[in-house]
């Protein structure tokens, strides 16, 4: 018997957030799967820590956090192989991956690696997008608006050109560019359109005009939001 490689999305940051799907799959299985940096606690494996039993093998991807440096090829070489082991003796693995596995997952560089081969089974989660919208108490889109997933270490003009393009956009991996999207965010007139959010859903949480951040303050973990409109509903 073979088994399945689960890519589990565990949300935002709440444990409560998880599916219901998900939470079975994480209790059932043999192994678990996780990223983590090079030292110091996973936040996916925080995320999921409620709803894990004892006794599971762990699989810990330790790899560099920094944009340069990812993804980590070797890492998930590894990591492929071990997991793949594992499924050819028959044992389910599941892989945690914050927010949702193919939504900027962590997963999808495992899932390059082993789908050809392997049963892979994707679990939606939460996603960081839909966990912003709903901290703010701002919808995202209405009726025909156009919403656009910018990341945040786009060039300048990149950024500028997709902004003014779109009715609505997120604003992801803000991090240490926030300065540089708030200068674009001026000059587009749509500074006072747009919210910040950082840990989204987590106890440090943090939600507040885009205009009132302090650049040395913001996390990898944070996204800024803005609507044309100012807000989705408004005509």
């Known amino acids: 018997m073979i088994g399945t490689l689960y890519g589990v999305g565990v949300g935002p940051g709440d444990p409560e957030l998880l599916t219901l799907k998900a939470a079975r799959i994480i209790r059932k299985v043999p192994v678990i799967a996780y990223p983590a940096p090079e030292t110091g606690p996973s936040l996916a494996h925080r995320i999921a820590t409620p709803h894990l039993p004892s006794g599971q093998v762990e699989i810990v991807l330790r790899m560099p956090m920094s944009a340069e ?25 599941a892989f945690l991956c914050e927010g949702d596995p193919f939504f900027y997952g962590s997963f999808l560089y495992l899932f390059a690696r082993m789908a050809a081969e392997h049963r892979v089974e994707v679990v939606p989660g939460v996603s960081s997008l839909t966990a912003c919208a709903a901290v703010i108490g701002a919808p995202l889109t209405a009726r025909n608006d156009i919403l656009t997933v910018i990341p945040a ?54 939600v507040v005009p885009a205009s009132a951040v302090s650049a040395e303050s913001v996390p990898y973990f944070s996204m800024i939001i803005v609507h044309r409109r100012g807000a989705a509903f408004r005509l």
Do not use: N, W
């Open 69 to 93: 440096h990812f993804p980590a090829d070797t890492v998930y070489d590894r990591a492929a192989h071990d997991i793949g082991g594992h499924l050819a003796d028959g044992r389910d693995v």
């Open 153 to 206: 270490p786009l060039p300048d003009d990149l950024l500028a050109d997709r902004l003014s393009a779109c009715d609505a956009a997120a604003i992801i991996k803000v991090g240490r560019h926030f300065e540089r999207v708030r200068a674009v965010l001026l000059r587009l007139g749509m500074i006072d359109r747009a919210h910040y959010v950082e840990r989204a859903t987590m106890d440090s949480q943090r």
